[in-house]
C-alpha cells in the first residue's frame, strides 16, 4: 500500500524549503567529467575514453535500458571525428530497486563509468585533436524529478609521433573495461542513434513494446491489401496459373517459381527498409515538431489522398513496362516480383509514402521488421496460389471493386493528414474532440464502401460482406475514438490568461504541471486523475483543471513552476481556492485523499 508521501504546503512554506535546501539543484545532484585513457594519442593505436558521472546520494538516473517509456534513458553521443573511429558507448548494467509508488525501476545511482573505446585511424596526422560530444540523464529521488539534464561531453588531447612518449591516466578508472571490443570495433558515429527504450504510439494509442505483435498484424494485412489495388489484382490470378503452366503442371516447381517471385516482393520491401535506415539519423522526433518538417509532409499527404479518388495518376518509369524475363526459371520470377511490387505503386503510393513515414519514427530494428513484413504481406498470395494453383480461377478479376478499394485509401490517407495538421491548430481546437475529425474520416470511408456496394452489387451475400467490412473499420475507429475524446479530465492547457479566466470564475482552481519525461508525473496521472472516483470528485465540487505541460522547454507554464518552485522539480500540482491569492501545493507523488484536502 502507497504511503503518502506528499507534503500539503502552503507557498511560502513551500518557498521557503526549497530555499533552504538550495544545493539541491539539478545541476548539484551529479557531475560529470570525461577521461581519456593516456595523455596522448599515437595513429593506429586504441584507447579508451571514460565517461564519469557521479550521483549525489539520495538520487538516481536511470538506466540506459529504462524500465517505463517515459524516462530518460541514461545516454552517451559522440560527434563524429575525421581521425579517430569512436565505438559505441559500453553502459554498465543498471540495477533494479523499488520505489514505493512506482514498483521495480531500473537505475543508476552513485558512480557511474561508460567507456567509448576508439581506434586513431592510420595516418591521421598529428597535432591536437578535440572529441565533443553530450551526455544525457536525468536525476530523480523516490517523489520528485528533475528536467532532463544534457552536459556536454568533451576532451582536448593530441595525435603524437609513433616515437613520442605516452602515459596511462588514472588506470584505476579504466580497471572496468574489456579491451576485447577493440577486436569488432566499428565506428558509432556512422550508426544510426539508439532508440528510446520502451513503447511506441500510433496515432496518439500507446502500443507497449511487449504487443509489437499487434503491429506486426497490422502490417501483414496492409501487405495483403496491396493486392487488391487495381494496378496488382489483374497480375494475380494471372500469375498463379502461369506459374503452373511454365513448371509444367509440376507443383513443387511451381512452388519453387512462387517463393522466387515472392522474395522479390520481399526484396523489394527490404530495400525500402535499407531506405528508412539511412534516414534513420535523422532525429525524427524533432523533426515531427517543426512546422516546415510537417507543413510540406501535411499537403503530400493532401495530395496523395486526391490521387486515390482518380484525380491524377502517378507513373512509375516506362522502362519497367518493358523489362523482359524468363518465366520459367527462379532468376527470372525473383526480377518480376521486385518488379510487380515496383508497378503497384501509381495505386498504392499514398500508402507507400505514409508507411515510409511512420517507419522512419521507429526504431532502427522495428521500422525494418515492419517493412519486411508488408511485403511478406503482399507476396503471401503469391506464394498459397503456387501451391494451389486451382484457387487462381476463383479469384475475381480487376474492376470496379478494386477502385473502390483504392478510393477507400483515399480517405484514410485524409484521416492522416488531419493527424498531421493537428500540430498547427489553436489549442481550442486541437483538444480531445479533434479525435472526432479522424474517425469521421474513417467512418466515411466504411460508408463509401457500404454505398458503393449497393450501386455496384445486386447479390445480397456480396452487400453483407462489405457491411461487415466497413463495421470492422468503424467500429475500432470508434471505440478508440470515445477513449481519446473523453478523458476522465477535461483539461484545459495551461496559458496565463487561461488561468487569470479560472481564478476570476470564483471556483477552485488546480494547475498540474506535468511532462512526458516526467515518470512520477505519469503515476500521478495513472492514481490519481485516472480513478473513477477522484474525477467524481472533482466535477461535483465544479473544480478547473489546468494542465501545464512542461515538456518543451519553451513551454508557458515554466515560468509559473519556477516561480512556485525554484528548483523546477515536478510533479508539481498547485491549488487556488475562491478568495486565496497564494496556492496550495503538492509537490511529488501524492494521494487522492491528500488531492482532496488541498481543495477543501
Same mark, same amino acid.
Given at each position: 500500500?502507497?504511503?503518502?508521501?506528499?507534503?500539503?504546503?502552503?507557498?511560502?512554506?513551500?518557498l521557503?524549503?526549497?530555499?533552504?535546501? *538550495?544545493?539541491?539543484?539539478?545541476?548539484?545532484?551529479?557531475?560529470?567529467?570525461?577521461?581519456?585513457?593516456?595523455?596522448?594519442?599515437?595513429?593506429?593505436?586504441?584507447?579508451?575514453?571514460?565517461?564519469?558521472?557521479?550521483?549525489?546520494?539520495?538520487?538516481?538516473?536511470?538506466?540506459?535500458?529504462?524500465?517505463?517509456?517515459?524516462?530518460?534513458?541514461?545516454?552517451?553521443?559522440?560527434?563524429?571525428?575525421?581521425?579517430?573511429?569512436?565505438?559505441?558507448?559500453?553502459?554498465?548494467?543498471?540495477?533494479? @530497486?523499488?520505489?514505493?509508488?512506482l514498483?521495480?525501476?531500473?537505475?543508476?545511482?552513485?558512480?557511474?563509468?561508460?567507456?567509448?573505446?576508439?581506434?586513431? $585511424?592510420?595516418?591521421?596526422?598529428?597535432?591536437?585533436?578535440?572529441?565533443?560530444?553530450?551526455?544525457?540523464?536525468?536525476?530523480?529521488?523516490?517523489q520528485?524529478? #528533475?528536467?532532463?539534464?544534457?552536459?556536454?561531453?568533451?576532451?582536448?588531447s593530441?595525435?603524437?609521433? *609513433?616515437?613520442?612518449?605516452? %602515459?596511462?591516466?588514472?588506470p584505476?578508472?579504466?580497471?572496468?573495461?574489456?579491451?576485447?571490443?577493440?577486436?569488432?570495433?566499428?565506428?558509432?558515429?556512422?550508426?544510426?542513434?539508439?532508440?528510446r527504450?520502451?513503447?511506441?504510439?500510433?496515432?496518439?494509442?500507446?502500443?507497449a513494446?511487449?504487443?509489437?505483435?499487434?503491429?506486426?498484424?497490422?502490417?501483414?494485412?496492409?501487405?495483403?491489401?496491396?493486392?487488391?489495388?487495381?494496378?496488382?489484382?489483374?497480375?494475380?490470378?494471372?500469375?498463379?496459373?502461369?506459374?503452373?503452366?511454365?513448371?509444367?503442371?509440376?507443383?513443387?516447381?511451381?512452388?519453387?517459381?512462387?517463393?522466387?517471385?515472392?522474395? +522479390?516482393?520481399?526484396?523489394?520491401?527490404? +530495400?525500402?527498409?535499407?531506405?528508412?535506415?539511412? #534516414?534513420?539519423?535523422?532525429?525524427?522526433?524533432?523533426? #515531427?515538431?517543426?512546422?516546415?518538417?510537417?507543413?510540406?509532409?501535411?499537403?503530400?499527404?493532401?495530395?496523395?489522398?486526391?490521387?486515390?479518388?482518380?484525380?491524377?495518376?502517378?507513373?512509375?518509369?516506362n522502362?519497367?513496362?518493358?523489362?523482359?524475363?524468363?518465366?520459367?526459371?527462379?532468376?527470372?520470377?525473383?526480377?518480376?516480383g521486385?518488379?510487380?511490387?515496383?508497378?503497384?505503386?501509381?495505386?498504392?503510393? +499514398?500508402?507507400?509514402?505514409?508507411?515510409?513515414?511512420? *517507419?522512419?519514427?521507429?526504431p532502427?530494428?522495428?521500422?525494418?521488421?515492419?517493412?519486411?513484413?508488408?511485403?511478406?504481406?503482399?507476396?503471401?498470395?503469391?506464394l498459397?496460389?503456387?501451391?494451389?494453383?486451382?484457387?487462381?480461377? $476463383?479469384?475475381?478479376?480487376?474492376g470496379? /471493386?478494386?477502385?473502390?478499394? %483504392?478510393?477507400m485509401?483515399?480517405?484514410?490517407?485524409?484521416?492522416?493528414?488531419?493527424? #498531421?495538421?493537428?500540430?498547427?491548430?489553436?489549442?481550442?481546437?486541437?483538444?480531445?474532440?479533434?479525435?472526432?475529425?479522424?474517425?469521421?474520416?474513417?467512418?466515411? @470511408?466504411?460508408?463509401?464502401?457500404?454505398?458503393?456496394?449497393?450501386?455496384?452489387?445486386?447479390?445480397?451475400?456480396?452487400?453483407?460482406?462489405?457491411?461487415?467490412?466497413?463495421?470492422?473499420?468503424?467500429?475500432?475507429?470508434?471505440?478508440?475514438?470515445? $477513449?481519446?475524446?473523453?478523458?476522465?479530465?477535461?483539461w484545459?492547457?495551461?496559458?496565463?490568461? *487561461?488561468?487569470?479566466?479560472?481564478?476570476s470564475a470564483? %471556483?477552485?482552481?488546480?494547475? %498540474?504541471?506535468?511532462?512526458? /519525461?516526467?515518470?512520477n508525473?505519469?503515476t500521478?496521472?495513472?492514481?490519481?486523475? +485516472?480513478?473513477?472516483?477522484?474525477v467524481?470528485?472533482?466535477?461535483?465540487?465544479?473544480?478547473?483543471?489546468?494542465?501545464?505541460?512542461?515538456?518543451?522547454?519553451?513551454?508557458?507554464?515554466?515560468?509559473?513552476?519556477?516561480?512556485?518552485?525554484?528548483?523546477?522539480?515536478?510533479?508539481?500540482?498547485?491549488? /487556488?481556492?475562491?478568495?486565496?491569492?497564494?496556492?496550495?501545493?503538492l509537490?511529488?507523488?501524492y494521494?487522492?485523499?491528500?488531492?482532496?484536502?488541498?481543495?477543501?
Open positions: 500500500m502507497m504511503k503518502p508521501m506528499l507534503r500539503l504546503l502552503g507557498a511560502p512554506t513551500f521557503c524549503l526549497f530555499l533552504a535546501t *538550495a544545493a539541491a539543484q539539478p545541476t548539484d545532484l551529479a557531475s560529470s567529467r570525461a577521461v581519456l585513457s593516456q595523455s596522448a594519442l599515437r595513429a593506429g593505436e586504441n584507447a579508451v575514453i571514460a565517461v564519469v558521472v557521479d550521483i549525489k546520494d539520495g538520487y538516481h538516473a536511470q538506466s540506459f535500458k529504462p524500465s517505463d517509456p517515459n524516462y530518460i534513458a541514461f545516454d552517451v553521443a559522440l560527434e563524429p571525428n575525421d581521425r579517430l573511429i569512436l565505438g559505441a558507448p559500453i553502459y554498465p548494467a543498471g540495477h533494479d @530497486a523499488e520505489y514505493p509508488a514498483g521495480r525501476l531500473n537505475v543508476y545511482d552513485g558512480r557511474v563509468i561508460v567507456y567509448v573505446p576508439l581506434k586513431v $585511424k592510420d595516418g591521421a596526422a598529428t597535432g591536437p585533436v578535440a572529441i565533443r560530444g553530450r551526455l544525457t540523464y536525468q536525476i530523480c529521488d523516490d520528485v524529478c #528533475f528536467p532532463p539534464e544534457s552536459p556536454p561531453v568533451s576532451i582536448e593530441e595525435i603524437v609521433a *609513433a616515437t613520442a612518449e605516452v %602515459k596511462a591516466v588514472e584505476t578508472l579504466f580497471a572496468g573495461f574489456d579491451p576485447s571490443v577493440f577486436a569488432t570495433l566499428v565506428d558509432a558515429t556512422a550508426l544510426p542513434a539508439r532508440p527504450a520502451g513503447a511506441q504510439r500510433i496515432f496518439g494509442v500507446e502500443l513494446s511487449n504487443s509489437y505483435w499487434l503491429a506486426f498484424a497490422g502490417a501483414l494485412v496492409v501487405g495483403v491489401l496491396f493486392n487488391i489495388v487495381p494496378c496488382v489484382l489483374p497480375v494475380l490470378p494471372l500469375k498463379a496459373i502461369g506459374f503452373y503452366e511454365a513448371a509444367q503442371h509440376s507443383r513443387g516447381k511451381c512452388v519453387a517459381l512462387g517463393l522466387a517471385f515472392s522474395a +522479390g516482393i520481399v526484396l523489394t520491401f527490404v +530495400g525500402l527498409a535499407l531506405l528508412v535506415l539511412v #534516414f534513420h539519423v535523422v532525429d525524427w522526433g524533432e523533426l #515531427f515538431s517543426k512546422w516546415w518538417f510537417v507543413g510540406p509532409l501535411t499537403i503530400l499527404l493532401l495530395v496523395f489522398a486526391v490521387g486515390q479518388f482518380g484525380f491524377f495518376g502517378v507513373r512509375v518509369p522502362f519497367l513496362y518493358n523489362v523482359t524475363y524468363k518465366n520459367d526459371t527462379l532468376p527470372g520470377n525473383l526480377v518480376h521486385v518488379i510487380t511490387a515496383l508497378l503497384s505503386t501509381p495505386c498504392t503510393f +499514398g500508402l507507400f509514402f505514409a508507411l515510409l513515414t511512420w *517507419a522512419a519514427t521507429q532502427a530494428g522495428v521500422a525494418v521488421a515492419l517493412l519486411t513484413v508488408v511485403g511478406a504481406g503482399m507476396a503471401a498470395p503469391y498459397l496460389l503456387s501451391a494451389f494453383p486451382e484457387l487462381a480461377r $476463383k479469384l475475381p478479376r480487376a470496379e /471493386w478494386s477502385e473502390v478499394v %483504392k478510393q485509401m483515399g480517405f484514410l490517407l485524409l484521416a492522416t493528414a488531419a493527424y #498531421f495538421a493537428k500540430s498547427f491548430l489553436p489549442d481550442a481546437l486541437r483538444g480531445p474532440n479533434f479525435w472526432w475529425v479522424i474517425f469521421a474520416l474513417i467512418a466515411a @470511408a466504411g460508408l463509401f464502401l457500404v454505398v458503393r456496394a449497393f450501386q455496384i452489387s445486386q447479390h445480397g451475400r456480396t452487400i453483407a460482406i462489405a457491411c461487415a467490412v466497413a463495421l470492422l473499420l468503424v467500429a475500432p475507429a470508434f471505440a478508440v475514438t470515445l $477513449k481519446l475524446a473523453n478523458p476522465p479530465i477535461q484545459t492547457y495551461y496559458d496565463d490568461a *487561461a488561468l487569470e479566466r479560472a481564478r470564483g %471556483k477552485p482552481v488546480l494547475v %498540474k504541471f506535468t511532462a512526458d /519525461w516526467c515518470a508525473c505519469q500521478i496521472e495513472l492514481t490519481v486523475f +485516472g480513478d473513477e472516483q477522484t467524481k470528485w472533482l466535477r461535483q465540487h465544479g473544480v478547473t483543471a489546468i494542465k501545464a505541460d512542461l515538456t518543451k522547454q519553451t513551454a508557458p507554464g515554466w515560468t509559473l513552476l519556477r516561480k512556485l518552485n525554484p528548483v523546477g522539480a515536478i510533479p508539481v500540482t498547485a491549488v /487556488w481556492m475562491p478568495g486565496q491569492t497564494e496556492p496550495r501545493i509537490a511529488g507523488i494521494s487522492s485523499d491528500e488531492l482532496k484536502a488541498a481543495l477543501q
